[in-house]
C-alpha cells in the first residue's frame, strides 16, 4: 500500500489544525566542478562559510519576526547579492563585452504568482527587481533595459555598472579575449549562482534565484535562473526549488517544474526527485548542476552532480549547518 498520499492528507489535516508551523531555509551559492578542497584555501573556505552563516542568520532573524517566505527569500538572496564570493549582483561573473548583465527570478507558492528579471545592467539587487514585477506589474518576465527603469521606479537601487566591475573577473575575461579555450576552465570552476527556498511560520513555501549567468556569455543570452518552472518553482502543494548550473539543459528539462511534478504526480518525496532529475535526467545527458528545496512535508532536499555545491540550511530554533564541498565534509 501506498502510504505517502495517506500521510500527505493528514498533514494537510494536520496543518489547519496548527496555526503555527516550523519555518525554514534552505540555500546554495552555486555548484561547480572545481570545487574540491585542494582548490581552496582554508581562509578562503571559512569565508564561504561566513557568507553562507550571514545569510542563513538573515533569514532565520527575518523568519522569527514572522515575515512572509516571499520576503524572506528577497532578504538572504540581497545577502549574497552584495557578497562579491557569490556570481550574483555584485561578484556576477561579466559578459564577452565586460560588463554586468544580471537574471533573477522569485516565485510564491502560496499563490503561484512570480516575477523574474534578465539582462539587468545596473541594478544593485535583482531579486528585488524580480519581486518588483512579481507585485506591482501585471507581467512575469521583464528585460534589459526596461526592466532597468522598472525596478528602478519601483524603488530598486541603480548603481554605477561599474560597481560590478571586480578586478578578478575583468581579469579573467581579458584571459578568455586572448584565448576563448580558456573558458571552459575557468567557468567550470565554480558557477556561483545563489538561490534559497524558504518556509514560513504560516506554512507558505516560496523560492528565488539570482545570477550574472555563464562567464563570456554574448548575444543576449539569458539562462534558466530568472525562467519561472525551469530555474526557479514554488507550489505549498508540492515543493520550493532553486536551481544552479549549466541553464541551457535546465531550461530544456524544465527542470524546477518537472521536480515538483514528480512530487505531485509521482508521489515522490522532494528528495526522490531531485535525486532524479540531477543523478538520472541530468547526468544522462552529460549535463552539470545542482538545486536545493522544501517540499510540503517540510523536509529539505538538495542534490548535484558537481564536485561541490555551496550550500545551508536552518530549522527554527536548530543550529544552521554550511558545506562546500561533497557530501560529507563541513
Ligand atoms: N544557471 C545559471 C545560468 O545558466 C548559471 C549558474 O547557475 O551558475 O545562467
Known sequence: MKLRPLFRLLLLFFSFQLSAQEYALIIHGGAGNGLVPENYTEAQTAAFHEALNKALMRGDSALAAGTPAVEVVSLVIQVLENDSLFNAGKGAVLTYEGRASLDASIMDGSNLEAGAVAGLSCIKNPITAALAVMRYSPHVLLSGSGADSYAQSKGSICVDPAYFLIPSKVKAMDKIREDIRVRDSIRDHKMGTVGCVVRDKEGNIAAGTSTGGMMAKRYGRIGDSPIIGAGTYANNK????????????????????????????????????????????????????????????????????????????????????????GLEEK
Do not use: P, W
Not at 532553486?242 to 517544474?257: D, K, L, P, Q, W
Not at 512530487?263 to 515522490?268: D, G, S, T
Open 238 to 325: 508540492t515543493v520550493g526549488v532553486s536551481c544552479t548550473g549549466h541553464g541551457e539543459y535546465f531550461i530544456r528539462n524544465v527542470i524546477a517544474y518537472q521536480l515538483s511534478a514528480r512530487y505531485e504526480f509521482l508521489q515522490n518525496s522532494g528528495q526522490e526527485a531531485a535525486d532524479y532529475m540531477i543523478h538520472t535526467l541530468l547526468s544522462g545527458q552529460n549535463a552539470f548542476g545542482g538545486l536545493i528545496g522544501i517540499d510540503a512535508e517540510g523536509e529539505f532536499f538538495y542534490a548535484f552532480n558537481t564536485t561541490g555545491m555551496l550550500r545551508g540550511f536552518k530549522r527554527e530554533g536548530e543550529a544552521a549547518e554550511t558545506y562546500i564541498f
